[in-house]
């Protein structure tokens, strides 16, 4: 595949602008991402990172609410927000040759949000449905549950969206305060993957953002690792499976192992060829759906393993899980099942940088949370010179039992002391 060439320009305020020309393509992907999200806050005012990207699509100086909708949307376009831990992102895919209408509407709501009281009000409401929902979700509820185990008092460690008392503290002045804190030139990327002109793009950003220049001196909290023994947490509920995730302490970001771990995830649990998936699923048929994930900030990360499990296995699916996970950190991976992990690893990124949208935010969150993009022959040649070794290397580091933490959700009463003594990986 061909080497994709992107363009950075960083302008005198310290925003930068990345972009990746498609000429083939008739679309635009287009996002601005801002370096804040769930770890830049604290306990009081946890969740005003998602609470403030609700509010931005209420209205800005230019734009109501309606017409930020129907200006992206009335030309085919799609529009969303995303915040995560680390960043905050405002995208839109559109056809290509409506670049200018888009960015003026984006950049409107990002610099210029109304953050009306009134609307305020009512998507404090919204937000906390939005919360009620996702707890009445056991498969959501039960990777904050891992969390709370995996990062205890620490803002990793509590749900993006926020909790109940922060959401009822959170004013109308201090969505403002925050915007204008954190919406600062340095901490703010816009990149765009299409068939675009840069030219375009940039004499637009410079119009729009050249007079949000602030200094930055803004840092997250850094995450602690305090744990010395496994951790389980049990919520007892009527389900009609129990719901599981178990997770352990991973590799930051930048890590040197960082693509031998995405092999090893690949191993383990990222398709339906994975062994977590063969085992448990079609072996032993103990779960519908068994998968696992990885986690990556800038000094932390977490590997997450989640299944829905049959109520009455749940005690045999964790020690078929701890099994598979002693035998990769103790047994070298097969040559076969090493080549196929390579190819399905750099295949997925290949899939990947063929669309305008997953191509725009795969080279966006690196971009605005490490300031760099690996290149594809980077990413190709340290895939290459990865071992076997390596990914024992990695399996030996994390899955520890002073990494462990288990988390349950399921009718699972007086069962806490039975599943605690299975936690071992010794």
Not at 40 to 51: M, P, V
Not at 117 to 133: F, L, N, S, T, Y
Request: aromatic letters at 6%; a negative charge; glycine letters at 6%.
């Amino acid at each position: 595949m061909k080497e994709p060439l992107y363009k950075k320009t960083t302008l005198e305020n310290g925003l930068k602008v990345i972009t990746y020309d498609m000429p083939e393509m008739h679309s635009v992907s287009l996002g601005i991402w801002v370096k804040v999200g769930g770890r830049y806050e604290a306990q009081a005012n946890k969740g005003i990172s998602h609470f403030l990207e609700h509010l931005l699509f209420k209205g800005s100086k230019n734009y109501s609410c309606q017409k930020i909708k129907e200006s992206i949307e009335g030309i085919g376009g799609l529009l969303n927000g995303a915040t995560t831990e680390e960043t905050t992102c405002y995208l839109a895919k559109f056809p290509h040759r409506h670049l200018e209408r888009v960015l003026d509407v984006l950049s409107d709501m990002v610099l210029h949000p109304l953050l009306l009281g009134q609307d305020v009000e009512k998507e404090r409401a919204v937000i906390m449905e939005e919360a009620k929902m996702y707890r009445d979700l056991p498969g959501e509820h039960v990777q904050e549950l891992v969390d709370e185990l995996l990062w205890p008092g620490q803002s990793l460690g509590l749900p993006i969206i926020g909790l109940q008392d922060s959401l009822t503290q959170i004013k109308r002045d201090d969505l403002a305060d925050f915007q204008q804190r954190y919406y600062i030139a340095p901490r703010i990327l816009i990149n765009a993957v299409g068939a675009l002109s840069d030219e375009i793009l940039l004499r637009k950003v410079r119009e729009k953002f050249s007079s949000r220049l602030k200094e930055d001196s803004l840092n997250c909290s850094q995450a602690r690792k305090e744990q010395t023994k496994p951790q389980l947490k049990l919520l007892n509920k009527d389900t009609e499976q129990t719901h599981l995730a178990m997770g352990f302490h991973g590799l930051a970001r930048e890590h040197p192992l960082r693509h031998a771990l995405g092999l090893l995830h690949v191993v383990l649990g990222a398709n339906m060829s994975s062994r977590l998936f063969h085992e448990i699923r079609e072996v032993r048929g103990l779960a519908y759906e068994i998968a696992a994930s990885i986690k990556r900030f800038q000094d932390a990360g977490a590997f997450i393993i989640r299944a829905g499990i049959d109520n009455a296995k749940v005690n045999q699916a964790v020690e078929l899980i701890l099994k598979e996970l002693k035998k990769i950190r103790d047994e070298l991976v097969s040559e076969d099942e090493f080549i196929r992990a390579k190819e399905y690893y750099l295949g997925q990124i290949f899939l990947t940088l063929e669309n305008t949208f997953d191509h725009m935010i795969w080279m966006g969150e690196p971009a605005i949370t490490a300031d760099k993009i690996e290149t594809l022959d980077e990413i190709i040649s340290a895939v290459n010179k990865t071992q076997k070794q390596d990914l024992q290397k990695v399996a030996q580091s994390i899955f520890t039992e002073d990494s462990l933490n288990l988390a349950l959700i399921g009718p699972l009463e007086d069962q806490q002391e039975e599943i605690y003594s299975q936690l071992h990986l010794g």
